[in-house]
């Protein structure tokens, strides 16, 4: 489990077609990193296998690789965002964020405001079904807020403070790239509850449903 904060970035590479190194000197939590724990790289939750004072490799499945950015990021060389995850007693600065991405969206525009920035994303279905003005969601493994969204959800803004602008792969992001999102993990529960097993229409809660469940 993680909170959505990034605590440093790596630059991606590929080792071999099922293994990644995350470069990441200098950098403080892989002075407390052992093998076997999940670090957030990303938003994609991996395993430690080896590490030293400059990074870390992780084994990828086909299916990890299909369904999020990684693969292109390793073709890349590009910066990726890094979160050990949460322990006992963390502060959660965030919001629960369980590192299964559940698709992959893409940057739509990119425009300043004053000293912050606004970031509009597509979102695909899986995705879009839970996004909701105000809401949390995942976006390459950081917390963030939906300042707005269509009634659909498959398109949302946030808006970016200077402080998480530089201490995440924001900064790098371009118009058309893919990110890997992860919607809230509240709402994913929430319509499951209210989903009959072999429907996809949501229950109406009215008086009767309440009165029927013990609520009123």
Known sequence: ?????????????????????????????????????????????????????????VSVSPETLRRTTLAAKAAAGAKVNLEPALRVGDQLGGHFVTGHVDGVGSVLAIAPTGSSW????????????????????????????????????????????????????????????GVNLEADLLGKYTRKFLLPPDSSTAVEI????????GYA
């Open 1 to 57: 489990m993680f909170t959505g904060i990034i605590r440093a970035m790596g630059v991606l590479r590929q080792c071999s077609e099922s293994q990644l190194r995350i470069q990441a000197a200098d950098t403080p939590f892989l002075q407390e990193v052992a093998v076997g724990d999940s670090i957030a790289v990303d938003g994609v939750c991996l395993t430690v296998e080896t590490f030293d004072a400059t990074g870390f490799t």
């Open 118 to 177: 606004e970031f509009t994303f597509s979102a695909p279905e899986a995705v879009a079904t839970y996004i909701i003005p105000k809401g949390s969601i995942a976006i390459n493994g950081i917390s963030l807020t939906v300042a707005r969204c269509n009634e659909k959800g498959d398109e949302f803004s946030i808006a970016v403070i200077p402080h998480t602008y530089a201490e995440t792969t924001l900064q790098f992001l371009r118009v058309g790239e």
């Open 206 to 213: 009215d008086l009767a449903f309440l009165q029927t469940h």
